[in-house]
């Protein structure tokens, strides 16, 4: 089968993708259900990114007409693309959403954390600490994320919920097993889980969703002009926080982003997908997963996400 012919079938809107995504919607639903009943303070991780704008509207249907009965909470690294605060507002703000941020710049000023300067520096690793202070200090004992299995290798290696110790910590070898969707959500005073509702869905599921949902997006996720520089293999945004140095070369090009983060290690792909159809199809032909493609903290090591889950990334 030629790319042609592959792109045209899965831009296709039809009735077996509708089927598919369906189930997929009636598995996360329930998921959401399940914990709400099993625990007492759930918490949803948003970062107005494309999976966590997918997950908010599945909590919304899981409830509907109620209200979700849990606060939205977002990790602020103070290093955040404009567009995206500005959507994460107003989307909550329509969705009469409660919003507790998490500033990073907070957990710098009192001495929580402490950041790298220069040009390559990033608070990215920095979240980990403000994210495990914010939800000790809600007593949240769920948060929601919208992670996928697709993403990375060590997200592939987590449960649907993934048991966190005391210090929000992640041991790989000691999860619950989930047969025939069994979710055990038992947890001690202290202890905590991390729930995936999104894990068996495909960035291209997610991209059909928004399709099939008309879900509003921040503007980034469509290519635009947008000044640039390449930095080991990533394309990163020009500003007040990233710059070129040495022999990087600043240009302007027509980009967007496949995924949403702190800008400093956010990469971009050069497209001319300008909406959600054209995006389909650059994403069923795409060889590069995700996260591979356009975010240099991965890159740091093979293990770099796995070991920032065991110290409590999200």
Do not use: C
Request: proline share 4%; hydrophobic share 40%; glycine share 6%.
């Amino acid at each position: 089968m030629s790319t042609t012919e592959t792109s045209a079938e899965t831009v296709a809107p039809d009735i077996r993708h509708v089927e598919e995504l369906r189930a997929l919607e009636a598995e996360s639903v329930h998921i959401i259900r399940e914990v709400v009943a099993e625990l007492e303070r759930p918490v949803l991780l948003f970062s107005a990114g494309k999976d966590s704008i997918v997950l908010l509207r599945l909590a919304e249907k899981a409830f509907r007409p109620n209200p979700v009965p849990f606060p939205v909470l977002h990790v602020d690294t103070g290093h955040n693309f404009p567009e995206v605060l500005a959507f994460r507002d107003r989307r909550l703000a329509d969705g009469g959403h409660r919003l507790v941020v998490a500033s990073v710049q907070e957990a710098i000023d009192s001495g929580r954390v402490t950041e790298t300067a220069g040009a390559g520096g990033s608070r990215n690793r920095l979240q980990t600490r403000t994210l495990l202070d914010a939800l000790e200090a809600g007593g949240f004992d769920a948060a929601f994320g919208g992670a996928r299995r697709d993403e990375e290798r060590a997200r592939a290696k987590e449960r649907v919920l993934s048991f966190r110790d005391e210090f929000g910590q992640w041991d790989p070898r000691a999860q619950r097993p989930e047969p025939w969707s069994l979710y055990n959500g038992r947890v001690r005073r202290g202890e905590q889980v991390r729930v995936f509702p999104l894990s068996n869905w495909t960035e291209l599921d997610v991209w059909r969703y928004i399709a099939l949902e008309n879900l509003a997006l921040p503007s980034i996720y469509f290519a635009h002009e947008r000044d640039v520089f390449e930095r080991d293999g990533i394309l990163l945004a020009t500003s007040e926080y990233t710059w070129p140095a040495g022999n990087e070369v600043p240009a302007r090009e027509w980009v967007r982003y496949r995924t949403v983060g702190d800008l400093t290690i956010t990469g971009a792909v050069r497209s001319t997908a300008t909406d959600i159809e054209a995006v389909i199809s650059e994403i069923s032909a795409a060889r590069v997963s995700e996260r591979g493609e356009t975010r240099a903290d991965d890159r740091t090591s093979e293990a770099a996400m796995e070991d920032r889950k065991r110290e409590g990334y999200f």
